[in-house]
Nanobody, 115 residues
Framework: QVQLVESGGGLVQPGGSLRLSCAAS????????MGWYRQVPGKRRELVAT???????MYDGSVKGRFTISRDNAKNTVYLQMNSLKPDDTAVYYC?????????WGQGTQVTVSS
């Protein structure tokens, strides 16, 4: 059974930092492209960052230079370090795993950036 479990969300002030984690099970983690997406009510889910099996990374332009995605294959975990957070970063953040036709999502973790 595939499971992606996110953690690390919460309330943070503008300019602050958070680190999200996503622990995977039931997949060969090291072979999957892992990603973080986010969604606000009424809008479609959007890509934040991805990391391939060889750790090549890609970022949406709105987070480039502020967010860092990384993975630890020994722990089956992908991370999203978020710095210089802005109110516009407020969303539910979802972890994603994909490989070929396989695609799985976590349940999401809320990130709220507010003073």
């Amino acid at each position: 059974q595939v499971q992606l479990v996110e953690s690390g969300g919460g309330l943070v002030q503008p300019g602050g930092s958070l680190r999200l984690s996503c622990a995977a099970s039931g997949i060969i983690f090291s072979r999957n492209i892992m990603g973080w997406y986010r969604q606000v009510p009424g809008k479609r889910r959007e890509l934040v960052a991805t990391i391939t099996s060889d750790s090549t990374t890609m970022y949406d332009g709105s987070v480039k230079g502020r967010f860092t995605i990384s993975r630890d294959n020994a722990k089956n975990t992908v991370y999203l370090q978020m710095n210089s957070l802005k109110p516009d970063d407020t969303a539910v953040y979802y972890c994603n795993a994909r490989r070929g036709g396989f695609n799985a999502w976590g349940q999401g973790t809320q990130v709220t950036v507010s003073s």
